[in-house]
Every structure is written in structure tokens, then in C-alpha cells.
């Protein structure tokens, strides 16, 4: 953990260090859409589509904490999407989790799928034992969204090499600071920045992340031409976020620990899955591969309406889809198709003092019962 704090310590120092006097410590919001550009194109801004100051500053501090060349973009979806389209052609074959992030399986079946590309899926925590041969790209989301079901990063990867096939790892649950999956073996991440890494609720955004210079360079190729970029003030925004992230990300954690282990022991909670806990059926693993057991905890209540009463009785936990902001939020998933139980909840733990969310928590469970014990 020492190397990982001294790289965020070094974030910090890229995002603002200024020598000359006068200058602003925060990097410039640059709004423009042209550059000064006589003679022969030459330089590193030419046309906004390609380049801008602001990103320049954002994708140096990402590049930096990821420890990896780094490329941003107007939201997660936009990310997957570079990585998608730049990497698989007709005749190539994906896994993907059958159990992760759905609109990446919507995206697949609706746009992959018709232009020759055969899509597979399967369980996240069986992906380990697929097989892999005559894949082109295997992609991971672990802790899956939102069952927190684990995948093990490195013996995917080994294999995965092993049959020719590229990893994506979607890291987006966890940001650099609680997973590191490229040290694992994976080939690159894509995040969703609208989560933790921003973490204000106030901006879409997404990056891509990877040693791989031949998927960099096809990833860079697809947001220039196809025009998926973000703004300077969304980027700015992100870049704020940034320099709190290891506070509120670790504040989250905690809040998220403290919490798991006192809904385990509620009536009204029929089960809890969090890495974090010894009942998680990958513990171990969660323990040998996550930094942090991170900021989502899925709670199982009797039913939909203990689910729905449960959330409307919180008082500090926000009824909202998305995760990864200061404060905690929850719903009931199944309400969008998701394979999960009718009472299945998913709860955003924020940072909230730890004794005062679990009071809310606690009171709003005992009130969701209807008055059962």
C-alpha cells in the first residue's frame, strides 16, 4: 500500500504544481474548439476532437495513479465502447459477464452481435473455469455489479494469454485505489468516472487504462474519429474529484465494513453479500486480490415492498440509481430486470459518520418490516 500512497501523494503534486509565480494552481479550463495553427499542422493541439490542455493535465494525473497510458472520455459507456469497437471485428468472439453491468450485454447483443461479432456470457464467478480458446477479448467486473460476485484476475489472465485473447477488466467498483488489475495481468480497464473516482454526483465521465500500446493506439483512433470526448469543464470537474478520492474511497470502505457486519446480524436482512465479509463465498480471494473490499454491500430483504419500504424510510441514504458518491444511496435492482432477487438492494455506502448511518439504517429496516418480527 506505501507505493500506491506515494504515487496518489505524487497525483497531487502533478495536478497543482506551479513554478512560476502568478500561476494558478489548478490546472486552466480550456474552452475552445480551435487552436492557432499556421503553416504545416504541427504540435500537440490542433483541432478540439484530437486534444485539449485540460485533458492533457487529467489523463497525466490518471496516467500517473494508474500507472499506465491513459485516455478519458464523456462517460463510462463511452469507454467500453472505445474498447469494444476498436478491438473486435466481424468473426471475433467476447465473453462477457452474464451477471455484470447490463448495458454492456445491451450494447453487445444490439451492435456487436449484428456486425459478425459472437457475443458468450457467462457468470462472473465461473469465468475462471471457461474456456477460452477462440476468444478475442475476455471481459471481467469484479466485484460484479450488483451481485459483488468475484472473479480471479490473474488466473483468468494467465489463461486467457495462454488461448490468444485480450483481458478488460472493468475496475469501476473498485477504482486504482481499491483493485489494481493491471498488475494482475490484466491487458486494461476501463472505469466509469461518474462513480468514486468523481464522486460528487455532477459528471458522466469514464477513462481507459493499459500497457498495451497497439490498444491504446486503436482506443485513441476511435475517440478522434468517432467524436466520443468529454468536455474541459466535465474534465475539470473530474480532476477535482481526484484529489480526495483516496480519503473518500477508504472513508467509503470502512463505512462499508461497519455496515456489512451489522446487517448480518438484522432480523429483517435475509442475507449480505460484501467481499469484505468471511461468509462471501471468495473471501479469500477478496482478501489476496482487492486493496479494499470496496463501497457496495447487496442487501436481500423479504420482498420488493420490504425493499421499497426500506428505502423510503432512510433518511440519509439517497433513492437513486449510480454508486460511488459522498453520500450513500440505494435501490432495488430487480426493478430494471436485474437477475437478483425482488428484495434485493443495492446499497452506495457514503461517507456518512459510520454510528449515524447505521441508526438511519438500522431504524429504517425495523420500520420496512410492516410491524413482522
Not at 164 to 177: C, E, H, Q, S, Y
Amino acid at each position: 500500500m506505501d507505493a500506491l500512497n506515494t504515487r496518489f501523494a505524487e497525483c497531487l503534486h502533478l495536478a497543482t504544481h506551479r513554478r512560476n509565480p502568478g500561476e494558478p494552481f489548478e490546472p486552466a479550463i480550456v474552452n475552445t474548439t480551435i487552436y492557432a495553427l499556421p503553416g504545416d499542422p504541427q504540435g500537440p493541439y490542433q483541432y478540439a476532437r484530437w486534444a485539449n490542455p485540460t485533458w492533457t493535465a487529467l489523463e497525466e494525473v490518471l496516467s500517473l495513479l494508474e500507472n499506465a497510458e491513459t485516455l478519458i472520455f464523456p462517460s463510462g459507456m463511452a469507454a467500453a465502447a472505445a474498447v469494444l469497437y476498436s478491438q473486435l471485428k466481424p468473426g471475433d468472439r467476447v465473453l462477457l459477464p452474464s451477471d455484470g453491468y447490463y448495458t454492456i450485454r445491451i450494447a453487445a447483443e444490439k451492435f456487436l452481435a449484428p456486425m459478425g461479432v459472437t457475443v458468450l456470457t457467462c457468470p462472473t464467478a465461473a469465468v475462471e473455469r471457461e474456456s477460452f480458446d477462440g476468444l478475442k477479448l475476455v471481459w471481467v467486473e469484479t466485484p460484479s455489479n450488483p451481485g459483488l460476485d468475484l472473479a480471479d484476475i490473474g488466473a483468468v489472465a494467465q489463461r486467457a494469454h495462454t488461448a490468444g485473447a485480450l483481458v478488460v477488466v472493468d475496475n469501476t467498483t473498485m477504482t486504482p485505489i481499491g483493485q489494481r488489475p493491471l498488475e494482475l495481468g490484466a491487458d486494461a480497464i476501463v472505469s466509469s468516472d461518474t462513480k468514486a473516482v468523481n464522486g460528487h454526483s455532477d459528471v458522466l465521465f469514464g477513462h481507459v487504462a493499459s500497457n498495451n500500446s497497439s490498444l491504446m493506439a486503436g482506443v485513441r483512433d476511435w475517440r478522434r474519429i468517432c467524436g466520443a470526448i468529454p468536455g474541459a469543464f466535465e474534465t475539470w470537474l473530474v480532476q477535482r474529484g481526484l484529489d480526495t478520492l483516496e480519503l473518500r474511497f477508504t472513508r467509503m470502505c470502512e463505512n462499508a465494513q461497519d455496515l456489512a457486519e451489522r446487517l448480518a446480524g438484522h432480523a429483517q436482512v435475509r442475507s449480505v453479500q460484501y467481499p469484505g465479509l468471511a461468509t462471501h463465498p471468495a473471501h479469500p480471494l477478496a482478501r489476496r486480490q482487492m486493496r479494499r473490499f470496496g463501497a457496495l454491500i447487496g442487501i436481500t430483504l423479504a420482498d420488493a415492498g420490504a425493499a421499497e419500504r426500506f428505502i423510503d424510510a432512510c433518511r440519509y441514504v439517497r433513492a437513486a440509481t449510480s454508486f460511488g458518491g459522498v453520500h450513500s444511496s440505494a435501490e432495488r435492482r430487480a426493478r430494471w430486470g436485474e437477475p437478483v432477487a425482488e428484495g434485493f438492494v443495492r446499497f452506495s455506502v457514503g461517507c456518512e459518520p459510520a454510528g449515524t448511518l447505521w441508526q438511519d439504517v438500522s431504524r429504517a429496516l425495523d420500520a420496512s418490516s410492516g410491524g413482522r418480527p
